[in-house]
């Protein structure tokens, strides 16, 4: 015989599965339940595992998730033993996760043991997730749920830390808000015109002159080891963006005759512009910062920008002019940024990184990677970029740095980033897409609650299978159940609707 009671503990059982945010590619699902007790359950590694004891990064997740699935810690009934134990086929312990790194994994659970097995230890990372959203909390006991998963594909999110400066602390809360929702990529646009708070060894004066203020508004060779090291933990790859040619009105501070000088009426203004492509010290002093951006920065990407660059101080300079008629450029404008461009792309891949740039640069360049930001027909422009052999990311539907109502997520939710006329081909160079925060409106105090769970949506977009996660109506109160993991999980995750969680925000 069966209750009510027991009918509505199995369908919250059934509920709460299916509430895992992202939703795996595939799984399968099972009603029983596993009571878990602290002092009964551990993390362990496989017997078959090349990863043992001494793994960093898995021995910190194993600490880290011992604390999101119990985060009470208090004494209880002495349940059975209950064992985690984690196999990966090879040994990345101390490498940092890259563009080959799989993030495949299998992970099943049964009465006293779960078994998670993954190529890698970023794939044995996402799993660990997955594990820690199966427990849940009841008035009496925690559950978890037989399940099978690998994933898609995913990229990342975007932070400017130059139009407002977001303290070390705050960036760190962000990568932990990511891993929960298995984003991979931290795309640092570190500097831009408002403010260079990067504090490059090479060329101090960049930083002493602009940033905001030099001592409290930088990150220092210490904070940026810190970020990496952090992100590293949780599988994150950190992808600096140093934006030129324009976008650099806070690196003219810092550096003379770097920026181009703009006339009126034939005499100097007293302004400037973008670099200056015409001067041989503008790619050596190119060339020494990202040797020095290339050391600091593991990552095997780079991005250069490349977007929005005013022409009309270039046009106003006379040795501009000059330079263009030597070249063979004409008047045209947008030869003379090609020209810069393949300039910067020579230095990095020198220095053997791979470059991404704005969608701006992909008309006249051909080998780069490139970020489709632009509004508009968004996938005309990724079709473009793919018929054309080049990676592309998607960014243009996830612009989440203009206020508005969280219950607007459902727009960052039906996005179909391959629904192009396309090849199989074609569409395999669409690599995943990326939530973009600008820094005009956002700084430390706004960033969290503006940020999710609205990226919540794009990251399930990007990781799960659209043929199971195209209803919004169904994916509601999933979002719902995530977005209350969030915030006990210390996140200000801004409310979805009317509601409540059963663990609230307890403050900062």
Known sequence: RITLLQLEQRFLCFRQLEG????????????????????????????QSVAQRGCSVLDSAFKRYFSLVFPDYSSGSKDKPFTAEISVDHDHCDDYPNEESSERYNLSVSERKAVLNAETVWGAVRGLETFSQLVYQDDSAKFIILMYVFNTFSWGILLDTSRHFLPVQTILKTLDAMAYNKFNVFHWHIVDDPSFPYQSCTFPNLSSKGAFHPMTHIYTQSDVRRVISYARLRGIRVLPEF????????????????????????????????????????????????????SVFPDSFIHLGGDEVDFSCWRSNPDIRTFMQKMGFGVDFAKLQAFYMESIVNITSALKKTSIVWQDVFDYHKRVMVEVWRAGCYLCEVRKVAKAGLRVILASPWYLDQPGPTHDWARYYTVWPLAFKGTDKQKKLVIGGEVCMWGEYVDATNLTPRLWPRASAAAERLWSDERRTSNVDQAFPRLQDFRCKLVRRGIQAEPLYIGHCKHEFQGV
């Open 20 to 47: 895992v945010w992202p939703l795996p590619q595939d799984f399968t699902s099972s009603m029983e339940q596993y009571p878990l007790n602290p002092h009964t359950f551990h993390f362990g590694y496989g017997k």
């Open 243 to 294: 934006d030129s040619p324009g976008h650099t009105s806070s690196w003219g501070k810092g550096t003379s005759n770097l920026l181009t000088p703009c006339y009126r009426s034939g005499i100097p203004s007293g302004t400037f512009g973008p670099v200056n492509p015409a001067l041989p010290s503008t790619y050596q002093f190119m060339a020494r910062l990202f040797q020095e951006v290339s």
